[in-house]
Each structure stands twice: as C-alpha cells, then as structure tokens.
C-alpha cells in the first residue's frame, strides 16, 4: 500500500521556467515532508523539508508546499535549470526516519 | 572519507548464492539505514539501526535477510541463498537525527542474481 504517491513519472521543463513536481499522500499523521534528488548511479541527496505544521519552505530556487487538507505536497524550482535534470523522491516521516516512506519518483528534464 | 562509503559497487552472482553488502557511514551519525530500490520502484525500507538499540527489521522480506552494525560504525547486509528477485540497488543511509528524515545516502550497490 503505497501512503506516498508521485502520479507523474516523467516531466520535461524548458530551461528557466518553473518546474512543479507534486505528490499526494494518504495518512494524515505524518510529521515532517521532504524532497530528494537523484543523480545516475549515486545515491538520493536531500534536497528541502517541511513540517506538517507549516504550509511552505524556501531554499533559494526551491519552494515546497503543503497542503494538508488536500493531502498534497509540491515542489517548486525556479528558474529551472538543466543541472537540475535528476529524479525527484517525495517522502514522509511518521514518528522518526525509520518510517520514512518514499514515492517512487519523477524524473524531471531541464531543456536547455 | 566524508560520506556514506558502500562496497561492493556492483555485485553480480548466481541464484543460490550468498552475498554480502558493506556500508560505512558518516563518523558520528547514530543511525543508519537500508534501502532497496528496485527497477521501477520507489525506495524501500529494510532496516534501521540506532546507537546500541535494537534494530528495527520490519522492513526485511525475508529470513533470507539479516543485517548487523557493530557499535555505530560498519554495516553488514547478507542476502543468503539469492533469488532474482533480490536484484535491486541496495542503499545505505546515515543520520544524525533521526525525526528530521535528512538521511545521507551512498551510491548505492546494484546487486544482479542470475
């Protein structure tokens, strides 16, 4: 039973726009929200968290969103840029990292 | 090194056999983790170890599976008697704090059965 979900596998964003990766999940519990990028053959790196109590979070060209009612996360990067051509893993916490729960990703394509 | 050290990179081997996957995490973090991430899949927990707690191993599919830490350094992941479906990129992770979820990750060994 998948509690994290990215609907969208795959999303390709013209250099300098925004790119908007979503994800929805399931339990209502979950303490805090994060965001990993991934490089070919290395592992996730945390890229930007959010605590359920709060509705956004900005990192420089990174902004995560919350929606808690609407059970929906969203990361927002902008300007695109091709360096950030990498699969994206959405994931929750419930209790403590060792019930971290993962999407199963979404690649985004930066075009240059 | 500075970062989550995994051995082997790749590991291809026969169905049948046992095989042994080693991680070295970050000097100072308490908790380490395991991942698999099959082809197509999302990550998937395996097991967790804290300080000298003991360890959270309801993530392991099977007996086949065990995994040990010694203190708070290497860990060991051994997959007796492999099957196909055991192919997958193993991932460890380190932590310091395990409520935040800010996990640093290895590159991963991709492990093939035949």
């Known amino acids: 039973d998948q509690q994290v979900k990215q609907n969208s596998p795959s999303l390709s964003v013209q250099e300098g726009r925004i790119s908007i990766l979503n994800c929805d999940y399931t339990n209502s519990m979950f303490d805090y929200f994060l965001w990993y990028k991934k490089y070919p053959a290395e592992g996730p790196t945390f890229l930007i968290s959010?605590?359920?109590?709060?509705d956004k979070n900005e990192d420089g060209r990174f902004t995560v969103f919350l929606n808690k009612s609407a059970k929906h996360l969203s990361l927002h990067i902008v300007p695109s840029q091709p360096g950030d051509s990498a699969v994206y893993f959405c994931?929750?916490?419930?209790?403590?990292?060792?019930?971290?729960?993962f999407g199963t990703g979404t690649r985004l394509t930066v075009i240059p | 090194g500075a970062g989550v050290s995994q051995s082997p990179s790749n590991k291809v081997t026969e169905k049948g056999k046992d095989v042994e996957l080693r991680c070295d995490p970050i000097s100072g973090h308490t908790a380490l983790y395991w991942y698999r991430q099959r082809l197509g899949q999302g990550l998937e927990f395996l097991i967790y170890f804290q300080g000298n707690s003991a360890p959270d191993k309801s993530g392991l599919p099977s007996d086949r599976f065990s995994a040990e830490r010694t203190g708070e350094s290497v860990s060991t992941l051994t997959i007796q008697r492999t099957q196909q479906e055991d192919s997958a990129v193993y991932l460890c992770?380190?932590?310091?704090?395990?409520?935040?979820?800010?996990?640093?990750f290895g590159e991963g060994s991709r492990l093939t059965v035949l």
């Open positions: 959010i605590s359920s109590i709060k």
């Open positions: 992770a380190s932590s310091f704090n395990r409520d935040t979820g800010e996990l640093f």
């Open positions: 994931a929750a916490i419930l209790g403590g990292a060792n019930n971290l729960f």
